[in-house]
């Protein structure tokens, strides 16, 4: 079938499937179920009118416990068995995981990703966004920051493939580093240290997006106390510090879980810089990595990624809650 003449009929029938289905479950419900006739013609309208919101909420309902509750108990469910799927193993799996040395050094790295990735990508995007709202020029300066959001995590990978080379000629580490008479390295290669160059990349991917809330957010402040502090003799760091800071606190917090919930998600970059290799694994990648191998540890891996990223999520929804009271 035609793509064009296929996407029409998809239309037609989503959209005659919904307009159908709640006609039909109204008529349903006021005619069959709770008819608004008789005796009890009041209670009925009041139980009709009670149970038409989950009526409406049901198709929605529906869809998110197909492609997101199904999926997650058949995970877990998943995660209790042998590799090749047909020995019941109990918790094996993840017993096997926390005994690992490879899991621990990759859980350990996420750890370190979650507190400076979002720690930093904030900060420079606070300060970024009270700088660039003092300078003329400040638009320009925000596109130009705000530009990495649209490159894809593998292109902003490879671009910084040519920036850590090995090469005094292309990369800048070993141009600076010959420059002053040291030796070449490869900034992968090093110890420890090679999981923060590759923190550096999702930095400078984010920080563009804190800094777009967080201007927004800082030009929301109330002009009055601003000028009140500058009566009563506050410095520009006061000011800043200990009035405007405290009034966005409720988005700084809402910027800050949003990139954690994307770190403890990140795959490609680490995939592309190094994949996974010297001890530069995540929980993300090191579960890609048995995803053909061992379907059981993969899927436990999963389901540890979810328990991680769930009270992040959580306090996320908290806090955009507050944000609306």
Not at 213 to 231: D, F, N, Y
Not at 289 to 307: K, L, P
Request: charged residues 10%; proline residues 5%.
């Amino acid at each position: 079938m035609n793509p064009i003449i296929a996407g029409l009929v998809t239309i037609v029938v989503g959209v005659g499937g919904c307009v159908g289905y709640f006609y039909l479950s109204n008529l349903l419900l006021d005619k069959v179920i709770f008819p608004a006739r008789g005796e009890n013609i009041s209670r009925n309208i009041n139980r009709a009118n009670a149970v038409r919101p989950w009526l409406f909420m049901f198709p929605a309902i529906f869809a998110l416990g197909l492609y997101l509750v199904y999926p997650v108990i058949g995970s877990f469910w998943r995660s209790l068995y042998n590799r090749a799927g047909n020995e019941f193993i109990g918790f094996g799996n993840y017993q096997a995981l926390f005994t690992s040395g490879d899991f621990q050094v990759a859980f350990f790295n996420n750890l370190l990703w979650v507190l400076v990735v979002p720690a930093a990508s904030t900060f420079l995007g606070l300060v970024i966004a009270q700088l660039t709202d003092r300078l003329s020029w400040g638009n320009i300066a925000k596109s130009l920051i705000f530009m990495p959001m649209a490159i894809s995590f593998v292109g902003a990978s490879l671009i910084w493939k040519f920036v850590y080379a090995n090469d005094p000629d292309i990369g800048l580490i070993n141009a600076i580093r010959d420059f002053f008479g040291l030796g070449v390295i490869d900034p992968m290669l090093v110890p420890f240290w090679n999981n923060f160059f590759l923190m550096v990349i999702l930095i400078w991917i984010q920080t563009g997006f804190a800094m777009v809330i967080l201007s927004a957010a800082l030009r929301g402040i109330p002009e009055e106390t601003v000028e009140a502090a500058i009566i009563d003799g506050a410095n520009p760091f006061q000011i800043f510090f200990r009035i405007k800071v405290p009034q966005i606190m409720g988005t700084i917090v809402v910027v800050w879980t949003t990139i954690t919930i994307l770190v403890l998600k990140v795959f490609d970059i680490v995939y592309t810089m190094t994949g996974g290799e010297f001890d530069t694994e995540i929980l993300p990648s090191f579960m890609m990595d048995y995803m053909f191998r061992d379907d059981g540890i993969a899927t436990a891996v999963a389901f540890v990624i979810m328990i991680v990223v769930l009270p992040v999520m959580i306090w996320n929804i908290v806090q955009a809650r507050r944000e609306l009271r």
